[in-house]
């Protein structure tokens, strides 16, 4: 059975068709430059300030692509309405306000600000005012002579520890071992790692109903010259304390006050749900799935990422698709759902919460079809910042991900409604599989593929604007998706799924 899949695949493969067929190509044509062009206008324009989820600017482009479908005639998809709403837990760590509070016998305060100094890991808020205890390198175990943990109250303690790095991982188990919850930690490295982030934002997103605050362990990074102004009260330093070896002591004579908070607030966002139902009676409760994010990461530091290609791009591909299918003469045998994603650039969320609340059975889903940046051509560089791979060369490249992992089935036709639309895929991106929300369908078993133009220099910048855009690429895009949501949709059986 496995050999006559993929002969059948290779036949398929090679019989790429060169014209449209006939049977969708009047919505093939309805797919216009003009029309995708004042979509990413509107999108990608400042009135929107970069559509971040639960803002604003989000709720508007919401509006806007639900409109966008009704006018066209597409049904809502969620129970009479085009949106599902659901809830974001917002977390920040205000790392920026962080301090440490010293009080000594004699009454006099010190505090010391730990802004650019502290990381913290932990669900909850750091408000430690308990005694401090000193524990070395924090390496000792309940069967070692040497335990710098024995006969410290470190159960009721927050417990310093400087390690050194190759004692890294035994710090962690030798301090919980011995009964510790509040740690800190004493690491250069980890504190600036943990403070680090791709975008200039601090927040971290979960869906309400998911989150808790759960989890025993509480652990804060400070750098070592934090460190030192915490020793010098008891005249001594990291240095001073590693040359000698010393174990263990209680830093008595003092009040400790840690201080970083955690602010939560609640983002009430929405994805985007259209239907289109199927022409054939016996299949319209199957549909092809087609999707890819409405959002993107907002205004920081006075400066809007309008996310021109970051997803405008795929959000207008997913329009062109539905004016084509609305379009047609006919309709596909099966249905279509249409998902415009929030929350994706916050983990996937949005993507997530609908495989969790699908408005139809997962198992009715024949495939899905995700289209998240397909406005630019790649453009690679090392690291250095040398161009390795021109953009101008990648003006017909089109990165196919995920094609062949669920249904040996599904690659074939890609290749095959390829024919007039002339891509040159690539398959070398397999390492974005888990980063856009195809991933989450796929994680529920269903067949998926990701259509993805590559990375390029104004990626999660303030310049991925709309003058950069290949609005060539992105129709050529939907075109090739509306024609798979065709051929997929008609066929007689679904797709066989190689993972079942």
Known sequence: MFTSAVLCCLTLSTLAQQEVDPAYRQGY??????????????????????????TVGYNV???????????????????????????????????????????????????????????????????????????????????????????????????????????????????RAAGARRIVVVSDEQARRRIGSRLPQRARYRIEAEWSPAGDDEIVYITSDIADKILKRWDTSLDKMRKSGSGGRILDGAEFELVVELKETIDKTRNVVGFIPGSDPKLRDEAVVIGGHLDHVGEHDGKIFNGADDNASGSTALLGVCRALMANSRRPRRSTVIVFFSAEERGLHGSRYYVDNPTLPIEKMVCMFNMDMVGRNEERRD??????????????????????????????????????????????????????????????????????????ADYHKSTDTIEKINFDKVVRTARLVYSLVFEVGDRPRRLRNNRL
């Open 29 to 54: 044509e309805k797919i216009d430059k003009k029309e995708i062009y004042s979509w990413i206008e509107f999108l990608s324009s400042d009135e929107l300030a970069g559509r971040d989820t639960g």
């Open 61 to 175: 482009a919401s509006k806007y692509v639900a409109s966008e479908m009704e006018a066209m005639g597409v049904q809502p998809g969620n129970k009479g309405s085009f949106f599902q709403p659901f809830s974001m837990v917002r977390r920040q760590r205000l790392l920026n306000e962080a301090y440490l509070s010293i009080k000594g016998a004699d009454g006099k305060e010190e505090k010391i600000e730990l802004k650019g100094k502290v990381g913290v890991v932990s669900r909850r808020d750091v408000r430690w005012k308990e005694r401090w205890v000193f524990a070395g390198k924090g390496t000792g175990s309940d069967s070692d002579s040497r335990d710098v943990f024995h006969g410290l109250p470190v159960k009721d303690s927050v417990v310093l520890i400087a390690p050194d790095k190759s004692e890294a991982g035994r710090w962690a188990w030798g301090a």
């Open 383 to 456: 690291r250095s910042g040398k161009v390795t791979e021109k953009a101008a060369d990648n003006v017909d490249c089109l990165h196919v991900i995920g094609s062949k992992r669920h249904s040996l089935e599904l690659d074939p036709w890609i290749h095959k409604v390829n024919g007039p639309i002339g891509f040159k895929f690539e398959y070398d991106e397999e390492g974005v599989w888990n980063r856009s929300d195809q991933y989450n369908f796929a994680a529920k078993g269903v067949p998926v593929t990701f259509f993805f133009a590559g990375f390029h």
